[in-house]
């Protein structure tokens, strides 16, 4: 889907996106609080345009704020993503043991974030290739018997 | 590690931003490069190489000593 908005256009979507979805979670709980929807509705706009500003601007944040990042500018976005969610999970940690050590009701959240870094943090494992060792050549099957160094 | 891209690029009266165009990598990046504040991957080096008519190890010197990002 991503494909056909253009590049510049992509974050400020994204936001104005999640922007709206939090404004209508507002909408439908109702209440006295009806009108944080209407603010959310503001910030989020007002977010979206200083991020597609943002997109046309000559600096490494315009760049991933207008989805043309080169290798290194997505080096450095892939690194403060993986800082991002090393906190998250640290904060977790420190969270659940918190809850378990004032027998409190409200760690599960923390514990739901912990699993979900771990998980994460596996499941990354797996896609980006450590588990393919790939097939050893003919010097590593036979060949080879002993060790170089013995 | 020591590289010749400031060099190489001054002496063909380039700017670095249509350095950074030639190569398909942004002005900022070409900057961090000649400073040697990032390495550029593979791909890269050999397009930047490439550019300059040189080999990558012409270009790069490992021997420098000094570790980049």
């Given at each position: 889907?991503?494909?056909?908005?253009?590049?510049?256009l992509?974050k400020?979507?994204?936001?104005?996106?999640?922007g709206?979805?939090f404004a209508?979670?507002?909408?439908?709980?109702?209440?006295?609080?009806w009108?944080?929807?209407?603010m959310?509705?503001?910030g989020?706009?007002?977010?979206?345009?200083?991020?597609?500003?943002?997109?046309?601007?000559?600096?490494?944040?315009?760049?991933?704020a207008?989805?043309?990042?080169?290798?290194?500018?997505q080096l450095i976005s892939?690194?403060?993503r993986?800082?991002a969610c090393?906190?998250a999970?640290?904060?977790s940690?420190?969270?659940l043991?918190v809850a378990?050590?004032?027998?409190?009701?409200?760690?599960w959240?923390?514990?739901?974030?912990?699993?979900?870094?771990g998980?994460g943090?596996?499941?990354g494992l797996?896609?980006?290739?450590v588990?393919?060792?790939?097939t050893?050549?003919d010097?590593?099957?036979?060949r080879?018997?002993?060790?170089?160094?013995? | 590690?020591?590289n010749?891209v400031?060099?190489?690029?001054?002496?063909?009266?380039l700017?670095q931003?249509e350095l950074?165009?030639?190569?398909?990598?942004?002005?900022?990046?070409v900057?961090s490069?000649?400073?040697?504040?990032y390495?550029?991957?593979?791909p890269?080096?050999f397009?930047?190489?490439?550019?300059?008519d040189?080999?990558?190890?012409?270009?790069?010197?490992?021997?420098?000593?000094e570790?980049?990002a």
């Amino acid at each position: 889907m991503m494909t056909f908005i253009t590049p510049r256009l992509r974050k400020p979507a994204v936001y104005a996106l999640a922007g709206v979805l939090f404004a209508a979670a507002w909408l439908v709980r109702g209440g006295p609080l009806w009108w944080v929807s209407i603010m959310a509705v503001i910030g989020t706009a007002v977010g979206a345009v200083r991020l597609y500003r943002q997109g046309g601007t000559d600096t490494d944040e315009g760049a991933r704020a207008g989805s043309r990042a080169d290798e290194r500018q997505q080096l450095i976005s892939l690194r403060s993503r993986a800082l991002a969610c090393n906190l998250a999970a640290v904060t977790s940690f420190i969270g659940l043991t918190v809850a378990i050590a004032v027998k409190a009701t409200w760690g599960w959240p923390f514990l739901v974030t912990f699993l979900i870094t771990g998980y994460g943090y596996l499941l990354g494992l797996g896609n980006y290739g450590v588990a393919e060792e790939g097939t050893p050549d003919d010097a590593d099957t036979g060949r080879q018997k002993h060790s170089p160094v013995s | 590690m020591r590289n010749r891209v400031r060099e190489q690029r001054t002496q063909r009266g380039l700017s670095q931003a249509e350095l950074a165009a030639a190569v398909g990598v942004s002005r900022q990046t070409v900057i961090s490069i000649e400073s040697g504040r990032y390495l550029p991957s593979l791909p890269l080096a050999f397009t930047i190489a490439r550019f300059f008519d040189l080999t990558v190890d012409k270009m790069f010197d490992p021997d420098d000593g000094e570790e980049g990002a």
